[in-house]
């Protein structure tokens, strides 16, 4: 099919808007802005090995590990049941799962907030059941919960759109054939989803990785990630260079994990990673 | 799901129609750029200055200084009046940044008090009008507090572990650190600024949460025992919870101030001091302050004020009490050590 | 039994994406600023709302950027993925990897170097700009949602239709883009949805007199956000619902054929 003049706007697109600047984050990253001009190096980088920031960049890593594989578990299920027939409106309730995600995500944090605080309306509940309150702001968990409240919506909706449309004759032979419902699930209802799968990893992870505001507020500023590194670094220690060394860093370490995961899809249809 | 699309159409159309005409009529007055925080001015008086000055005025917001500084540093941005923070301030005048007022356009800046005429980041008041100002203290609940806070130290007392809020700002927590160390909050001094990193990894363990703003809502709900806020802030919430009260360390503390300048991006110096004028009117400034809550360095407006609130310490300490206090100086280069520093007490 | 179990399973999904929301709205009408402090019911809030001319113009701004970035994320993206996913591998994998970077890459990053870009160029920043930033981000996602359905999509209907006399572009509407939709209208939507909520790339690419609801929400932190907002949040939540119960209803026709579509499990 001659269609690539089709991405020819695109391709034009991502020369302008991603890789010019791309190319100045790199040039950043390399250079070193000295008394007598600009020096090339690798100071930055170096700089980024130190046991501080590795531990920074482990624990961001951790926590969107497990807030990705949290909206997967969570997330599938709920695919399935939106692309099953359980639903008569079901656009309804694919626009419903989208429009809290158009109320402002701060304004949804705070209220997050009131949920979780030590005097915050779930333990209020709890205390009036009898339960003792727990400590459920300002922890790690808070945080994870947070970026799965964020990305859900982002692993359903891929899922869902390839779910829709697999053919159900597949599944009706699968069936005649003597396979159980798990088996069916297993052998031919998850493998046809998983591009879905897979678009659905990436648009949670990566941004996952490089969040700040959610730690920043759920995690009590304890928990400092990779995205509050990289904004200090660019607005409050005004070193820019280091900034861009840690975010080319990033760009490598996500993209190489993300290859990783593509490595189970099929050969001839390789979603263009490594 | 094809059907949509009419329906879509036709919605994007209606909306796009009916706003682009209430935007049309272009007129020919003078457009004033004005950047400030966001929620820092009472509306009605840009209204007031509009039609006074026939001067439209384009109003928008920014988070914190530093997001203010790259956008005006960048040069993309044409903005005419600002409102940074002092130590902002300081660094713009030493990166040539703002233009000098001419007073002649500002015959309100009189009104502003004598001790804050001369402050150290603008020496002869060449480049910035004060418009707000305040103090950072200790805001703690007196049911959960049962002995007079006199002292930084308080916030590392283990009685009060987990009940500790401290602010998610680098210079304002780290400034807590030193002045209770005795040091000085523009310290350059790296055994001192080691001795105050030390401390507030050792402080970690106690403290609730590095808050934002949220620190308003979380003492007013009684979430946390002691907590490091602004003059400004501590009023409103003593006003909301009965049970606060604020006091000022004998230690010392942080004196802030938030001014107007004028970039050198600016193309209507002549208008921009116009609004800067404006807001130093009495009325006007009063105004302000009314909505805000915040103290005003303008003479006439502590005339105008609630005199419950003037005699409240918590938002007009007495003048005595602030000369020892450090306003925050730019650090220049040594930002980054006070970054490395903060990163190692958040990352631990 | 299992039907029970999956409405209940949706049901509580559902009241976890909407419980912030309900707390938002309740607190649109609380007459104290703070939402530690319940003081009592009023729609004062609602009042104010109405006379901030800055809340109002930076509602225009956002809808429009949102409407315009995402119909042309949708269009430009899809077209890409279509040619994208005719590539060859080495040049596929060249060209993903490069739409992966806006949305590796952290806000401030994405922000930075496109305002730094813009200013090289000396191109104004404004709301063209801002717009031209909403493409940019917005653009991968749509890739990734439509990329899925073409792998999903069988080669050989298409050219069965050209066998059967269609025209290349008779055949892409009536075979290709029917089993795509569902990827192009997911992408549609997120799309819209990150260019409502963007701050900080919004923030560093537009110019002076131009602000979107984020901005302005996010640069209430250090004061704490005005209940003016929660009041615009709820108002803007009830038109959306109110727009979705009328598209239901004139759709409500059509959901018969549509069952055939249905996944049985």
Not at chain 2, 10 to 34: E, F, H, K, M, P
Not at chain 2, 101 to 124: G, S, T, V
Not at chain 2, 195 to 219: C, S, T
Not at chain 3, 58 to 86: C, D
Request: charged share 20%.
């Amino acid at each position: 099919m001659k269609k690539n003049w089709l991405s020819y706007p695109y391709l034009l697109w991502m020369v302008l808007f991603v890789f010019f600047p791309l190319l100045l984050v790199f040039f950043y990253s390399i250079t070193d802005r000295t008394g007598e001009g600009l020096r090339f190096t690798l100071a930055h980088f170096r700089r980024f090995m130190e046991p501080i920031y590795l531990k920074v960049l482990t624990r961001s890593v951790k926590l969107a590990l497990i807030s990705t594989v949290l909206c997967l578990m969570l997330g599938y299920p709920m695919a399935m049941i939106l692309a099953g027939n359980h639903f008569k409106r079901k656009n309804i309730m694919i626009f419903l799962f989208v429009v809290p995600m158009w109320m402002n995500f701060l304004l949804r944090t705070y209220a997050w907030m009131t949920l979780l605080e030590r005097k915050g309306l779930i333990n209020t509940f709890l205390s009036w059941l009898g339960l003792n309150p727990l400590n459920l702001l300002y922890t790690e968990e808070a945080v994870v919960l947070g970026m799965v409240y964020n990305f859900l919506p982002f692993m359903v909706l891929p899922i869902y759109s390839v779910l829709s449309k697999i053919d159900k004759n597949l599944i009706e032979a699968a069936g005649d054939l003597g396979a159980n419902q798990f088996t069916v699930f297993l052998k031919v209802i998850f493998p046809l989803s998983l591009p879905g799968v897979v678009s659905g990893i990436t648009m949670v992870f990566m941004p996952a990785v490089t969040t700040f505001v959610i730690s920043r507020l759920l995690g009590g500023g304890q928990f400092t990630l990779i995205g509050n590194l990289i904004e200090q670094q660019f607005l409050y220690a005004g070193d820019w260079s280091f900034g861009s060394a840690i975010s080319m860093v990033m760009m490598i370490v996500i993209l190489l994990s993300t290859s990783v995961i593509t490595k189970y899809e099929k050969e001839n249809e390789g979603g263009g990673l490594w | 799901m094809v059907k949509k699309w009419p329906i879509l159409l036709l919605i994007t159309l209606v909306l796009t129609t009916v706003l682009t005409l209430s935007s049309c009529g272009q007129d020919n007055r003078v457009v004033l750029n004005v950047y400030n925080w966001g929620d820092y001015i009472d509306e009605s008086v840009i209204k007031e200055f509009e039609k006074k000055y026939n001067i439209r005025v384009n109003y928008d917001t920014f988070s914190t200084n530093e997001d203010m500084y790259v956008k005006v540093k960048s040069g993309g941005s044409n903005y005419d009046v600002l409102f940074p923070s002092d130590y902002t301030i300081e660094r713009m005048v030493k990166e040539d940044m703002l233009l000098k007022l001419d007073y002649n356009n500002i015959p309100n800046a009189q009104y502003i008090e004598e001790r804050f005429k001369h402050l150290d980041y603008d020496p002869q008041n060449e480049y910035s009008v004060p418009y707000m100002w305040g103090t950072v203290g200790i805001i703690y609940n007196k049911t959960m507090v049962h002995e007079p806070v006199t002292s930084w130290r308080i916030l590392w007392d283990e009685k009060y572990s987990k009940q500790i809020l401290m602010l998610d700002s680098q210079r304002d927590s780290i400034g807590v650190a030193l002045k209770m160390l005795g040091y000085s909050m523009n310290t350059l001094n790296l055994e001192e600024l080691e001795a105050a990193k030390q401390a507030l990894i050792k402080q970690k363990p106690l403290v609730l949460a590095y808050v934002g703003d949220d620190v308003k809502d979380k003492m007013i709900a009684g979430e946390a025992a002691l907590a490091v806020v602004w003059s400004g802030d501590a009023v409103y919430m003593k006003w909301e919870n009965p049970d606060l009260e604020f006091a000022l360390p004998e230690e010392a503390s942080n004196l802030w101030f938030d001014a107007m300048v004028i970039p050198k991006s600016s193309k209507h110096q002549t208008e921009a001091e116009t609004f800067i004028n404006f807001m130093c009117d009495p009325e006007i400034a009063f105004k302000n302050a009314d909505y805000i809550g915040y103290s005003s360095p303008h003479r006439e407006v502590q005339k105008m004020i609630d005199p419950e609130l003037l005699a409240d310490p918590t938002a007009y300490p007495a003048d005595a009490m602030l000369e020892s206090y450090d306003i925050f100086h730019d650090l220049g280069e040594y930002l980054k050590v006070y970054d490395r520093i903060w990163t190692e007490i958040k990352a631990h | 039994m299992v039907k029970l179990l999956k409405r209940c399973y949706a049901a509580l999904i559902y009241l976890f994406l909407y419980a912030p929301i309900l707390i938002l709205i309740i607190f649109s009408f609380n007459a104290s600023k703070s939402r530690a402090n319940w003081s009592g019911f009023t729609l004062n809030w609602y009042l104010e709302l109405f006379k901030d001319r800055q809340i109002m113009k930076a509602l225009y701004n956002t809808v429009v950027i949102a409407l315009l970035s995402s119909v042309m994320a949708t269009i430009i993206g899809t077209a890409a993925a279509i040619g994208i996913h005719n590539m060859k591998k080495l040049k596929k994998k060249l060209v993903m990897n490069l739409t992966y970077i806006p949305v590796v890459n952290p806000d401030i990053v994405t922000g930075l170097s496109l305002m730094l870009l813009f200013v090289f160029t000396k191109f104004p920043l404004g709301l063209f700009s801002l717009l031209l930033a909403h493409i940019t981000f917005n653009l991968p996602y749509v890739i990734l949602s439509v990329l899925p359905k073409l792998k999903q999509l069988d080669k050989n209907l298409y050219e069965a239709a050209l066998d059967l006399g269609a025209s290349p572009l008779h055949a892409y509407h009536k075979v290709i883009l029917p089993e795509i939709m569902p990827g192009i209208i997911t992408g549609m939507l997120l799309a819209f949805t990150l260019s409502v909520d963007d701050f900080v790339i919004s923030f560093f690419t537009t110019g002076s007199g131009v602000s979107t609801l984020s901005i302005i929400i996010y640069s209430m932190a250090r004061r704490g956000i005005n209940p003016k907002i929660n009041a615009l949040s709820t108002l803007l939540f009830l038109t959306v619902l109110l727009l979705l119960i009328i598209v239901n209803l004139r759709t409500s026709g059509n959901g018969a054929n549509k069952k055939r579509s249905d996944l049985k499990w």
